[in-house]
């Protein structure tokens, strides 16, 4: 700490002696304590077990749709309000947003996603088919609602069928291809994708 010049009560200056900044004698008050931080706490859907292979299939984030739907039973043909999750190439549903999903629609065996109000009878409604027959009918609250489940869903489907390539993915690889040598030279070079 630097020392101060003053004036003595005599009219001469004098140097005030420095002192510690801290001396044993003198309490320093504590800093004063953080604020405690928030908890966060981000709730977890509990994960759904495939009843066929036992795995357990994560329900949570990252999402492509998720939301309230109302769904006819597989048994009782009666329409009961279930949360629905869809993430990859599953739909999970389940009795309310943060319940263990009791049902999943495996879109990898879908075939089409439509509207069906005329089949149902019931407003918003839209059909999900699979190659065996198995149908689903559910219903949205609000048209908008029933169209973007609707072209989620198509999307998911379209995802995980064998016949979809990601431009990204795409790879000839074939060098016994028409076009090329055996020795895997293009033989037309203005083409970009040999």
């Given at each position: 700490?630097?020392?101060?010049?003053?004036?003595?009560?005599?009219?001469?200056?004098?140097?005030?002696?420095?002192?510690?900044?801290?001396?044993?004698?003198?309490?320093?008050?504590?800093?004063?304590?953080?604020?405690?931080?928030?908890?966060?706490?981000?709730?977890?859907?509990?994960?759904?077990?495939?009843?066929?292979?036992?795995?357990?299939?994560?329900?949570?984030?990252?999402?492509?749709?998720?939301?309230?739907?109302?769904?006819?039973?597989?048994?009782?043909?009666?329409?009961?309000?279930?949360?629905?999750?869809?993430?990859?190439?599953?739909?999970?549903?389940?009795?309310?947003?943060?319940?263990?999903?009791?049902?999943?629609i495996d879109l990898r065996t879908c075939t089409t996603v439509k509207s069906a109000e005329?089949?149902?009878?019931?407003?918003?409604?839209?059909?999900?088919?699979?190659?065996?027959?198995?149908?689903?009918?559910?219903?949205?609250?609000?048209?908008?609602?029933?169209?973007?489940?609707?072209?989620?869903?198509?999307?998911?489907?379209?995802?995980?069928?064998?016949?979809?390539?990601?431009?990204?993915?795409?790879?000839?690889?074939?060098?016994?291809?028409?076009?090329?040598?055996?020795?895997?030279?293009?033989?037309?070079?203005?083409n970009p994708y040999k």
């Amino acid at each position: 700490m630097h020392q101060q010049a003053m004036q003595s009560p005599y009219g001469h200056p004098y140097q005030k002696p420095s002192m510690p900044e801290t001396s044993p004698y003198q309490h320093r008050a504590p800093p004063p304590a953080a604020a405690p931080r928030p908890l966060t706490f981000t709730p977890r859907r509990p994960a759904y077990q495939c009843v066929t292979t036992h795995r357990m299939l994560d329900t949570n984030e990252p999402l492509q749709l998720s939301g309230f739907l109302t769904k006819q039973s597989e048994w009782l043909r009666d329409w009961r309000r279930r949360f629905f999750v869809l993430k990859g190439e599953n739909l999970f549903f389940g009795k309310g947003e943060w319940d263990a999903p009791h049902g999943l629609i495996d879109l990898r065996t879908c075939t089409t996603v439509k509207s069906a109000e005329m089949r149902t009878g019931r407003p918003n409604s839209l059909e999900v088919s699979t190659a065996d027959g198995t149908t689903y009918w559910m219903c949205a609250e609000t048209e908008k609602e029933k169209d973007d489940w609707i072209g989620a869903i198509g999307r998911a489907i379209v995802r995980c069928s064998s016949t979809y390539q990601d431009d990204a993915e795409y790879d000839s690889g074939d060098d016994e291809e028409e076009g090329t040598g055996g020795d895997g030279d293009s033989v037309d070079s203005q083409n970009p994708y040999k």
